[in-house]
């Protein structure tokens, strides 16, 4: 019986071993990630961009969202100040495992992306660091706002030229096609006809009379009645002589 509860009671105190150690394992782990949680939130990341602008990335919370402010100035150019820009980013990284054991890492990865640009707000909308690639984008740090704001210049539209003004077309009057006589066909000889021609016979003209014609008819008939053969024309000669 009393052997019995001695193993009772070695078990017993395994159990409570073991317990302990396992709530200060946790609590060893939850102390870590609220000294990493703080170290980010204390220690500003620094970095610089291609076109030399110097940059700092401040972590904050936000309820249950973690917020990330990126603020950036540019080189100054002789007595011209350089240019100041910052942008927000949010999101929920604590879902991914990989940025609860190293958010400061989580962070770094980010920060390289963004100094190999020309402007550290002109980058993606959502970074998606390679610890934590494959969570959904609730857990990435997603673009939330930028000052000044940052347009992407749209392409310009090629310049039309001005359009000549349509000039109405005048409807040409409708000519009405000639009808087209039919060709007569050459009447074929039939066997047996020669080819017969019409003799035309010209029209006696109308010849007007003179009245010195119409004395000398006269004359020359009166002198055939009346005179010998041998003298007709001295008959009429002097017939149409004397009727004159």
């Given at each position: 019986m009393r052997a019995r509860m001695r193993v009772a009671l070695l078990f017993l105190a395994a159990a409570v071993c073991v317990s302990n150690a396992q709530s200060n394992n946790s609590s060893s782990i939850n102390r870590q990630q609220q000294q990493q949680q703080r170290s980010i939130r204390d220690e500003a990341i620094k970095f610089n961009t291609k076109t030399k602008d110097t940059c700092t990335m401040v972590v904050s919370?936000?309820?249950?969202?973690?917020?990330?402010?990126?603020?950036?100035?540019?080189?100054?150019?002789?007595?011209?100040q350089g240019r100041s820009y910052y942008c927000d980013f949010q999101g929920k990284p604590n879902l991914c495992r990989g940025y609860n054991l190293n958010p400061r890492h989580y962070f770094t990865q980010m920060m390289w992306d963004m100094r190999k640009l020309s402007h550290a707000c002109q980058g993606p909308k959502v970074y998606r660091p390679a610890m934590c690639k494959k969570y959904p984008d609730e857990a990435q740090m997603t673009f939330l706002a930028s000052w000044?704001?940052?347009?992407?210049?749209?392409?310009?539209?090629?310049v039309q030229e001005p359009r000549k003004p349509v000039v109405p077309a005048q409807n040409k009057p409708v000519t009405t096609p000639k009808p087209v006589k039919p060709q007569q066909q050459p009447v074929k000889p039939q066997p047996g006809k020669g080819t017969q021609t019409k003799k035309t016979t010209p029209k006696p003209g109308k010849t007007t009379i003179r009245p010195t014609e119409q004395t000398d008819s006269k004359a020359s008939r009166i002198a055939s009645e009346y005179c010998w053969k041998s003298?007709?024309?001295?008959?009429?000669?002097?017939?149409s002589w004397f009727q004159n």
């Open positions: 919370g936000a309820g249950d969202y973690t917020r990330l402010r990126v603020s950036c100035k540019g080189p100054s150019q002789g007595q011209t000044p704001k940052t347009t992407i210049p749209k392409p310009s539209k090629p003298f007709h024309g001295v008959c009429s000669y002097f017939i």
